[in-house]
């Protein structure tokens, strides 16, 4: 069985910091990307970040270069989101989400993020 299942999220201030894991199983972790996604009330999910194991290239949205740093650990199969100086506009929920070979996705539950101005 497929499993994503994020933690992490929680309240925290304008400025402070949180980080989000995401742990993986059920999938070959290496042969696929792994990303964060994040939806805010009333908007669409984007794209925050992700990492390719494939040519170890990682990806991250405009809105959060130089504050977020995504990071795996692959014996453990899981990827982490590290957000520093978090904005109220930060606030979402992120999603983890698992691109592989012949458009397979997976997706976990997500984990609300909440930062207060």
């Known amino acids: 069985e497929v499993q994503l299942v994020e933690s992490g999220g929680g309240l925290v201030q304008a400025g402070g910091s949180l980080r989000l894991s995401c742990a993986t199983s059920?999938?070959?972790?290496?042969?696929?990307?792994i990303g964060w996604f994040r939806q805010a009330p009333g908007k669409e999910r984007e794209g925050v970040s992700s990492?390719?194991?494939?040519?170890?290239?990682?990806y991250y949205a405009d809105s959060v270069k130089g504050r977020f740093t995504i990071s795996s650990d692959n014996v453990k199969k899981s990827v982490y989101l590290q957000m520093n100086s978090l904005k109220p506009e930060d606030t979402a929920v992120y999603y983890c989400?698992?691109?592989?070979?012949?458009?397979?996705?997976?997706w976990g539950k997500g984990t609300l993020v909440t930062v207060s101005s």
């Open positions: 059920g999938f070959s972790f290496d042969d696929y990307a």
């Open positions: 990492i390719n194991f494939s040519d170890g290239s990682t």
């Open positions: 989400n698992a691109a592989g070979p012949y458009g397979i996705t997976y």
